[in-house]
């Protein structure tokens, strides 16, 4: 099937949005060093972004859980596929996202990562869409609410593809 990619959010909106937290972490962050962990593959370019905007020390560790596969609706089954390479135990913990939308894969990996035993746990992710919640989950850093459409670039993709947009676009079915 064709798609076309029509722009949401230009690549200015969205590194001044990352500047932005980055600068309320170093902030909320001041003394202490925080430990990004990044959820693959989506998270990732904004965690890249956000990390350079970071004053505090940072240090990083990735994971990667699946939950979509080619399709364009959440399966609600959530699998470890990479697990971190360092302990959380006593460590500033924040979680990068690229997109919470039905909360299910957050909900899911917050509750495992709590028991780790982190000094503290927080969520941060570059999109929400809040109307597809079916599952609780709090949120502490947000870069831009969206709505229920689904969108690419930016780490985020469709079937694979345009992670690598430097902007965030909607996808339009023909
Ligand atoms: P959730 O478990 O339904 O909250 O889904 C979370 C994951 O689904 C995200 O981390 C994304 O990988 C993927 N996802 C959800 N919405 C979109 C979208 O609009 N575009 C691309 N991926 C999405
Ligand atoms: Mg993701």
């Given at each position: 099937m064709a798609e076309r990619i029509k722009v949401l959010l230009t690549e200015e909106e969205v590194d001044r949005k990352i500047k932005e937290?980055?600068?309320q972490i170093s902030k909320d962050y001041e003394g202490k060093q925080v430990h990004l962990v990044c959820v693959l593959k989506g998270g990732s370019f904004f965690m890249c972004e956000l990390a350079k905007r970071i004053t505090?020390?940072?240090s990083l560790d990735f994971m990667s859980v699946s939950s979509y596969?080619?399709?364009t609706k959440s399966s609600g089954v959530v699998k470890i596929v990479k697990d971190l390479d360092e302990p959380l135990k006593d460590k500033h913990v924040i979680v990068i996202e690229d997109i919470v939308d039905s909360?299910?894969?957050l909900s899911y990996l917050m509750a495992m990562l709590k028991d780790r035993h982190p000094a503290s746990l927080r969520l941060c992710t570059l999109l929400d869409k809040p109307d597809r919640r079916v599952v609780d989950v709090h949120v502490d850093y947000t870069g831009f609410q969206i709505p229920d459409e689904f969108v690419?670039?930016?780490g985020l993709d469709y079937d694979q593809k345009y992670r690598n947009l430097p902007y965030i676009g909607l996808v339009e079915l023909d």
């Open positions: 937290i980055g600068e505090v020390p940072v596969g080619s399709s909360g299910r894969t690419v670039g930016y």
